[in-house]
DNA sequence: GGATAAACGAGACGGTACGTCCCGTCTTGAG
DNA sequence: CTCAAGACGGGACGTACCGTCTCGTTTATCC
């Protein structure tokens, strides 16, 4: 079917109106304002489309289901994460972290954990989902290189560090405690990265891991 | 003439007809076939109760939601786990998670892991579910608390350990690897103890858990 | 399945419990109250077993369906209805049919007019209940016999009138008022029986009819 | 962003899908099909959906019950009535009524009489139903005007006749007939024209009745 | 008095229909 | 050509009753 669907990407020379932007937003606005008064299961698309006062067609063509719909929400909640400081890899974590999980608890005026886990528990069953999901946490997780990369540069590390399985070991901990419904108060951070590197120092260069 | 019959305070002991075992085996039956057929999020209650040749309120009466049934298989999917050996923390725990990530594969005939997932997924928006969650969860952890102490009393542990941390620290890798569909094959999950032993050494010590 | 049912008026040399007669008039009483609380359609037998805290069974055995509980309670709700005095026949017919349209309207306790109606609308589909409504009825109009025979004797009627006839005519006109919900207030018998009597071009420009 | 989109209050005209008349035929054939096989009382709306191959919603949509369903089978089923001869209104009246019984028979090929009857019965406890059933009748006794007229032109009735009560009266002893189960064959309308013309007293001693 | 059997209350059972909601598609006319 | 509005066939929801069926308990006779 989504070759008979337009591409956002590419260039469309044909006549009549085009995307509306301005429905999208609405889509969105009325998807996050559901999610608020409802919660995520029990959203639906049909009042999607109403609270947006689109077309139930209209929000069908651009997303599948609602759960592309919550990724659209996830992509756009971008937080400002500063380069790394540089100082340790406890401390450039420490500050990572404190963005990541304020992101997750609703720094961007979003609850995005939770946008995120039910994502994940619709991947399960959804592999164009999954991937979908995938090509998102790809391009989130860039900084974490950065960081990583700074720690096995400062001898932090050690330098045959397998980067992937290192973002992925580093994640591990707070997404589960995501999952588990216990992420931690900002004052926890510390505490968290802590919990994460004792298992990263001792095993970081053992082997590889399948990535995430 | 009202008066001469049994009033509300003072109603007959009377009984009436007690639930029917063939039944609930019948539902838990069609719920496990449909589960290898159609996949989780596809199983319906009404499904079921056809499947399983019983009436939706039979259904409903036991299981409040498709979740509970799913919890209910959990259940009774016990599986043998010897009690440790006791050679070592490490030994003991690839013994015991040798039996439970076979669970979770489907040793005993059924996909548990899968239904351990969705029902997570399903008591983020359930408090009732969580809860039943909770206690099937501490109710099955019992052998990790003596494998945890057998490896305080050889000294491998500090005296000190938390021990609902110890536990919610062992389970957290395997169940990062469950929720994010990479459950690891028999011959990995020596690495997969490693990995979590790397952590659990270090900062075993260090802080209680708020427990899961 | 009434073969396999004790016959009441079978002497029954076996031993037991007989039926008791607290539970029939808790049933009735109960049916009653919905009546008065719910109205007709929207009783059930459920509804009536637990009002009259009897069991399903039991109510089922005595009667196979609501309406046949109404027709209890119209067979119960007899009202005195004194000897025609025998001056006229629109004289006999006005007291009779005050006597038959006031129990109608509910002198005795109970709308009774309501359960003859929806005890009719029933027995359309249902011809043992039809037969029961039938012999019910033979036994209710016996007074019109006497009614009708002495004006005959009068000779306000001929010699050779059809008795079953003329009370089936004499009948039309208060059951047609109360099947089409216009059931006669009490000063408005007197003009109920003459149109009776007249039929249209006797009557026709007596008097203006309220309209169906 | 949504400040560029309608409001509600200026909401675009937009119009939205027609009803379907093929789908409203449909479901009166079902339901007529339905009656014929399992009897009104036995009709349900999910079988008549089923057999219209429509959905539920789309039953519910434009009929709230199933009597509302039969109302408009009645109000489909005319028949060609001639105008009034004129001749007498004995005659005028039983062409009429003969039309009418037969299409209450079924000459249409549908027991009107059989929906009229449980119509009634239902609108007993609907004043909503009751009311649409009062503007079918008002249509369609017009017929009845003209007959009832030509007879007080021709003086066969009083000037003064009340033409209201004057239609009631007419149709009593049919609709009488029709509910407790003994409307005529054609060859008995004339007699039933007569036993309404001429009341009790007139007519009493000419025929014995059916008994009810 | 003990055995026996019917009737009882309670209520679980397999079913089915209820009336509502949502799915994803299609149709209509406005812009 | 896209949009909103919304009707459509379909099907699951969770509830309510249907009429039947155990379950023990109670009650009334009979041995």
New interface residues.
């Given amino acids: 079917m989504s070759e008979t669907r337009p591409q956002l990407s590419e260039a469309r020379s044909s006549v009549g109106a085009r995307r509306s932007e301005?429905?999208e937003?609405?889509v969105l606005?009325a998807f996050a304002a559901l999610l608020a008064e409802v919660?995520?299961?029990a959203i639906t698309m049909e009042a999607v489309a109403r609270r947006a006062?689109a077309g139930k067609a209209t929000v069908y063509r651009w997303w599948p289901t609602k759960a592309h719909i919550a990724l659209s929400l996830i992509s756009k909640a971008k937080i400002e994460i500063p380069a790394p400081r540089g100082l340790s890899l406890r401390e450039d974590l420490i500050d990572y972290m404190t963005r990541v999980v304020g992101l997750w608890r609703g720094d961007a005026g979003l609850p995005v954990g939770?946008l995120v886990?039910?994502c994940?528990?619709?991947a399960?069953?959804d592999p164009e989902l999954?991937a979908a999901l995938q090509a998102e946490r790809r391009e989130r997780w860039t900084m974490l290189n950065a960081i990583i990369e700074a720690a096995v540069g400062r001898g932090e590390l050690p330098p045959g560090t397998d980067l992937a399985r290192a973002k992925d070991?580093v994640m591990?901990?707070p997404?589960?405690l995501l999952?588990?419904?216990?992420l931690p108060a900002p004052d926890e951070i510390a505490?968290m990265v802590?919990?994460?590197l004792?298992?990263?120092?001792?095993?970081s260069s053992?082997?590889p891991s399948?990535g995430?």
Same sequence: chains 1, 2, 3, 4.
């Fill in positions: 301005a429905t937003a609405a606005e919660g995520y299961p006062r939770l886990r039910h994940y528990a619709e399960w069953s999954a070991f591990s901990w997404f589960y999952m588990t419904d216990r505490r802590d919990d994460t004792d298992g990263l120092r001792a095993g053992r082997r399948p995430i």
